[in-house]
């Protein structure tokens, strides 16, 4: 999860109900066999509520990224495995609702799930929370996967897990999650995204001239 500012927010585009952004697609329609669990649409995440322009759980992308996104999908699928969405485009309020957020001291509701071991207000500098979203632009996606029988995986941390051991490269889990790890890291790579070296869930596919928005999931 690569969090960034909202300064120039006004300067993006309208939010417009029902409505994808320009050049966006519904991975549902690309990628059906894609499971979305869009984590800040519930309550189950490092803030404990839905974030603001999450009112459904969908997973949207921009066009290519959709399709990259697919082949990806398939080739999991022939090695057995079928991937997870835990975010995909992010509203831009979204970026501002966790920028609020880290500034109060006194939300602390998910603390002891997702950021046991270190202060809220240094997830910045420990490179968790950021400035921009490459989520508002529809290019990056937060991704796990399981056997196709519904299996859980061993990736050694959670989605969101704010600690060190959530590093793509740990040494600081089991063999078998480094495999894993290892596994969904080829599979993206294949289909041209890059990983976020601190969160092995943090993939971007690099489109030149994408833009972020901030019309919200509906």
Request: aromatic share 12%; proline share 6%.
């Amino acid at each position: 999860m690569k969090i960034f500012c909202v300064l120039g927010l006004l300067l993006t585009a309208p939010a417009v109900a029902g409505e994808l952004p320009p050049g966006f697609t519904a991975v549902a329609e690309v990628a059906p066999g894609v499971r979305q669990e869009l984590r800040y649409a519930t309550s189950h995440n490092f803030i404990g509520r839905p974030i603001a322009g999450y009112d459904t759980g969908a997973c949207w992308l921009l066009g290519e990224v959709a399709a990259a996104l697919a082949k990806v999908a398939a080739a999991a699928k022939a090695q057995g495995w079928r991937l997870i969405a835990y975010d995909c485009y992010r509203p831009e309020r979204a970026v501002a609702d966790f920028l609020t957020w880290s500034k109060d001291p006194a939300e602390q509701a998910m603390k002891a799930e997702f950021y046991p071991e270190i202060d809220k207000a240094t997830l910045f500098k420990a490179g968790f929370i950021a400035s921009r979203s490459q989520h508002s632009k529809g290019t990056t996606i937060d991704i796990g996967a399981e056997l196709l029988g519904g299996t859980s995986l061993d990736f050694g941390t959670p989605f969101d897990s704010f600690f060190p051991q959530s590093a793509t490269a740990s040494l600081d889990i089991s063999p078998e999650a480094q495999a894993n790890r290892q596994g969904l890291v080829a599979l993206m790579e294949a289909a041209g995204f890059e990983n976020y070296s601190k969160e092995w869930w943090h993939f971007s596919l690099p489109v030149a001239g994408a833009v972020p928005y901030d019309m919200p999931i509906r």
